[in-house]
Every structure is written in C-alpha cells, then in structure tokens.
T-cell receptor, first 114, second 112 residues
C-alpha cells in the first residue's frame, strides 16, 4: 500500500531565505511523485511532478524537487522564498497499480515572514 | 480553458440531514475523482470514475455516501444522513491523461 509522510506540519521561514519541505514515501513498486500547493480557500494546484527521466524536476516559480529512490524521498526546495509562497503544500504518490489514484501526505503549512 | 467547477462552495447542515455536492469536470476529461479533505489532513480518495463507470469506491462509506456520474460528465456526491465527522472539504478533480489531475475549489461542509 502507498503512504506518504510529510515530516513537518508547519514551516516558518523569513522572506528571501531558502526552504526545504520534506516528503518520504513507501511503495513496493515504481512510483510517480507530485507536489501540490493549496492557497487559502482554493483547490489544489499541481506544482511539479516526477514520472521518469531526470530525478530533478523544477516548477516555473522557482521550486524544485529531487527524486531519491534509495532514500524514498521527494523533498521540495526553493533557494529564496517570497511572501506569495505562503500556502499549504501536499506531497502525493501514485503508481500504475493504483489506477492513477493519488495518495496524499498530511501537508506542510509554509509561512513566509516579512 | 475552464477549470473544474464545484458547487456549492460552502454548506452548513445539521447532523442527520442530507446534502449533495455537484461537480462539472473539464470538458473531455474521462476520469473524475471525489476526495475528502478533513482539517489538518491530506485529501483522501472517496471514489474514482472512468467515464460513467466506477473504477474504485473502496473508501466510500456506502451506508451514507453515494455518488453518480450521469452520461460520463457531471457528477454528484450525496451524504445521507450526515454525521459530525463528515465535516470536511470535498474536492472534485478530473484528468484526461494519467498522473495529471486538475482540482476544483472544493465544497466546505460543516455539520453541526
């Protein structure tokens, strides 16, 4: 069975500082990994995904995540955060055995402090 | 391109009442999902449709929850009777290709 662990429920960080949001997963088969962002009172938006190929994937707004199979991790990083990055971030996993379903972690609340 | 539409955005009901949520997926998307997001938790899949057929409803509490997708387009999710623990945000998502789901804004249900 799939499971996703987000180790930090809340992460406060000062504006322009770097941030890392941690995500670990458990799966016995090849997986596909995702980061979604949820702004207040809005739905989930896909931030980035790993399906195959390069283990480092990037988003258009400066976030990146690296798939590490040996560590079963998919941590999200940004070298310099902005106030507008304040949101809830969810890591999710899927694989072909689960019919394209997504299994989500419990989320990390990122608060950027001016 | 229009996104996934959900209504209502908010609903407050008393326990034991019934409630229904509506979802209009992105045009042409064959796969539709309903997720339940309880405060402080990640979304949990309730049911997945492929066109108008059910792919997986193993986590749907079938004694009180029901869902349908008529003609493979719009979908409704119903709860009858509601319990306090059903208070959550109900998210609808749709996808055209695997591993690329688009989510609606959700319906926030409060059961009092």
């Amino acid at each position: 069975a799939q499971s996703v662990t987000q180790l930090d429920s809340q992460v406060p960080v000062f504006e322009e500082a770097p941030v890392e949001l941690r995500c670990n997963y458990s799966s016995s088969v090849s997986v596909y990994l995702f980061w979604y962002v949820q702004y207040p009172n809005q739905g989930l938006q896909l931030l980035l995904k790993y399906l195959s190929g390069s283990t480092l994937v990037k988003s258009i707004n400066g976030f990146e995540a690296e798939f590490n199979k040996s560590q079963t991790s998919f941590h999200l990083r940004k070298p310099s955060v902005h106030i507008s990055d304040t949101a809830e971030y969810f890591c999710a996993v899927s694989d072909s055995n689960t019919g394209n379903q997504f299994y989500f972690g419990t989320g990390t609340s990122l608060t950027v402090i001016p | 391109e229009a996104g996934v539409a959900q209504s209502p955005r908010y609903k407050i009901i008393e326990k034991r009442q019934s409630v229904a949520f509506w979802c209009n997926p992105i045009s042409g998307h064959a796969t539709l999902y309903w997720y339940q997001q309880i405060l402080g938790q990640g979304p949990k899949l309730l049911i997945q449709f492929q066109n108008n057929g059910v792919v997986d409803d193993s986590q749907l509490p079938k004694d009180r929850f029901s869902a349908e997708r008529l003609k493979g387009v719009d979908s409704t999710l119903k709860i009858q009777p509601a319990k306090l623990e059903d208070s959550a945000v109900y998210l609808c998502a749709s996808s055209l290709v695997p591993y690329e789901a688009f989510f609606g804004q959700g319906t926030r249900l409060t059961v009092v």
